[in-house]
């Protein structure tokens, strides 16, 4: 149980490009949560994955994020065309029962 | 949606001193949990308790659900325990959405 692994930790780039963040889950952990936080907040959830199938997606998510999970493995989130609010730290967890969710490192997002 | 406090925002103790940290929600839940991020920004699942007690070590944690709140119980505190401690709730068990309180700032001084 290797715990599950974000990369990259840290990623610095500029208004208007694209960036996509990778996320491994603990390997047989069937669910899987995105979350973003900000400076002195809690995290806030993104959207859920149970399996390949993406369940539920929070109203924080525009049209800009998208996130897949490709054979109920590792996932992806990716961002278009970057905007400096999009700036944050982005969260990955998984679970096997739905109780307890344990989390990664984080990717820390700058837009600059 | 459901809406989570937590109290106090943020608590000063010497090394060796006991603090109770406590978590209101405004709703009923199914899934409750506690977490401690470190200095360095992880996450750690200290407690799922979504009523009852449980215990770790220095740490214990109640939750009373028909009142609607949480309360983590650290003893003997070390410097280790700084940090900010979060309480998540979710109305169902084996919901992928949990609402986080802001947290309470733990800064303890050897």
């Known amino acids: 149980d290797t715990g599950v692994s974000q990369d990259p930790r840290h990623k610095i780039t500029k208004r208007g490009q694209n960036v996509t963040f990778r996320c491994d889950p603990i390997s047989e952990h069937n669910r899987l949560y995105w979350y973003r936080q900000t400076l002195g907040q809690g995290p806030e959830f993104l959207t859920y994955f149970q399996n390949e199938a993406q369940l539920e997606k929070s109203r924080l998510l525009s049209d800009r994020f998208s996130a897949e999970r490709p054979k109920g493995s590792f996932s992806t989130l990716e961002i278009q065309r970057t905007e400096q609010g999009d700036s944050a730290m982005y969260l990955c967890?998984?679970?096997?029962?739905?109780?307890?969710?344990?989390f990664g490192s984080g990717t820390r997002l700058t837009v600059v | 949606g459901i809406q989570v406090e937590q109290s106090p925002p943020d608590l000063i103790l010497q090394e060796g001193a006991n603090s109770t940290l406590r978590c209101n929600f405004s709703d009923s839940v199914n899934n409750l949990q506690w977490f401690h991020q470190n200095p360095w920004g992880q996450l750690i699942n200290l407690f799922y308790?979504?009523?009852g007690t449980k215990q770790n070590g220095r740490l214990s944690a109640t939750t009373v659900a028909t009142e609607r709140y949480s309360l983590l119980y650290i003893s003997s505190s070390q410097t280790t325990d700084s940090g900010v401690y979060f309480c998540?709730?979710?109305?169902?068990?084996?919901?992928?959405?949990?609402?986080f309180g802001d947290g309470t700032t733990l800064t303890v001084k050897p």
């Open positions: 967890a998984s679970s096997l029962d739905g109780h307890t969710i344990y």
């Open positions: 998540a709730v979710a109305y169902n068990t084996n919901a992928g959405k949990s609402t």
């Open positions: 308790i979504p009523s």
